[in-house]
């Protein structure tokens, strides 16, 4: 058994002496003692712990009375006190455990063997106590301190308990509350119909069990104020099990709800127009769709892109993309009826879905709106931009019954209105799936050709018009498709460029041009410059620069024998890009031409500060050339214009003597076109290289 420490306060050493020996013989010991003959030693011994109880003489030689008790007291209130008194002093014992003494022991019978048993239960009783004053306080703190609602009731379900929570939120306080029927204090609605609610407590305490948290529940507090609220309840048993009351936690749910509803909105709308996204268009598409059956009316999807949307991302920065685009979703809304459903798909592609329409007239009308409103100009940042969109449109039932079709559907008929010009709408029809799919074949068939290395060079010489030798050629690839053949470029290049698969093209064709280039030097041929054409993809990519120096070192290539053609559209997108790039080709000593001179736009001021070696005058301008020398005058114009920039002129698509006349008359540097010869394999070109230049050219002889 575990021993307690007594002190003993008293200057009596007899009867401190007295209680020592009756404490050494109890048999439910055992006990240690300390003792103090006056108030200032008590306190001291005190302070240093380890007293399990207090024995004190309330009259000491320098206090006295109930000034002695209330001493002891405030220092150590946790250790149960017990004073010694005779019987005259009686009435100041009484007075001490009216304080808080745990009772008094009478002097004279300090030797009762009951005494330690006495003082044992005491001292049990006080640590009892103790634990319990703990725990209860653990409980408060929990209760006033948790961000939930607690109260309680008694069995007749009026109020004993509010935490500090359940005050704010009821607006009542914990003192005006106590003893009010529950349902004053925690008055609740249904938010569904706004009728008075049951109220939890009774239901737990008519059923004894618990009741889980309900989220339908309004608290109307006492100025009026609602709140949306969660609750739970529970009864609360005695001993025997008997219900004697309830306890209901329950919480403000009105940001959740808010939190609940954004989150919802956020799921089905574009975070940047706020329009309904894919997945709410799904929805509504698919309802349109059941009323239109039931109701045998026709609704239209439409498939809109934005034309050149990437040009303005690019040069002007996404910030004013989103701008764009945020602008485009106002006058779309504006353009069609409160019941018809405009979204963002994501990116720049947006479908707009026209409901209940049995005049298929309406729908074009309503695309022309749309193509008007957008085609106006935007004013924004500073910028005054123009943007125009193309429009894809298809019918339901005609066209589809899901609306996944709907929408593909329509989106194959925008891809056909970007392909007849931009700024217009096309309806679907058959043939349009069927390019469609063929456009996917040609696609899985690329990638397939990539990783099965099917492509091939072919090489068209390029003809010095002055000395009739071959200085040059233009590689042009071709695809040896396993079933179909040799594939010419304008077959797959366009589905290439639309799916990126041209830049790993584009890569393949340099990297072959480059071998070859080195296969002719190790057969000891001339120097021969090949020219390679690279797309607007390819030249934007950030790594081009470094593949084109890392090839050339690889194959040990002379830089100056490779010539890059890229289009006055790729080079003005972004013409300070381009001039750095440039340059960086410059520095390698990679030739640079302009392919396809004259189609495009391009600034003069710029021209002359781009590091160009060449100017090709596009095939349509020499076609072109009649007896009539009115049709050449493009052509003797970008001449002159390359002869006063120090650049070379090259003259595509030549086919007749007229044209290479007039060409040689205007002092042309070079030609290439079938007069001279059709574009042929690499060892086929190699003998012709080898003849032409030994014997010449015959057109030219």
Known sequence: MEANTVLIITSNDNDALMIEETLKKARDGPFITARARDLSAAQNRLRRGGIDIVLVDLFLKDSEGGATFDAL????????IMTLCDEENEATAIEAVQHGAQGYLSKGYFSNTLIPQALRSIIQRKKIE???YVEKERARVTLESIGDGVLSTDVDCNITYLNPEAERMTGWSRDEARGRPIAEIFHLINSDTRQPAKNPVEAVIADKKNMALYARSILVRRNGYEAPIEDSAAPIFDRNGNVTGAVVTFRDVSETQAMAQKMAHLAEHDYLTGLPNRLLLSDRLSQAIAYAVRHHSKLAVFFLDLDN???INDSLGHGVGDEILSEVAKRLTSQVRHSDTVSRLGGDEFVVLVLEDTDVEHFPVTAEKILRALAAPHHLSGNELHVTTSIGISLFPEDGANAETLIKNADTAMYHAKKKGKNNFQFFNSEMNARAVARQTTEVGLRRAIERDEFVLHYQPKVDLESGKVTGAEALIRWQHPQRGTVLPESF???AEDSGLIVPIGSIVLRKACEQLKKWREEGLAPIVVSVNMSALEFRDKRFSRNVRQLLQETGVASHLLQLELTESALMRNIETSIAILRDLKQMGVQIAIDDFGTGYSSLSYLSQLPIDVLKIDRSFVHA????????VIVSAVIGMGASLSQRVIAEGVETKEQLDFLHAHHCDE????????????????RFFTAANSTGIGCLQ
């Open 493 to 495: 290049i366009p589905v």
């Open 309 to 311: 949307f990437k040009h």
């Open 73 to 80: 007291f405030q220092l150590k209130p946790s250790v149960p």
């Open 130 to 132: 103790e634990a319990l």
């Open 671 to 686: 030609g290439q076109g079938y007069l001279f010869s059709a574009a042929m394999p690499a060892e086929e070109f190699g």
């Open 625 to 632: 050339i009649t007896g009539n020398n009115d049709n050449g």
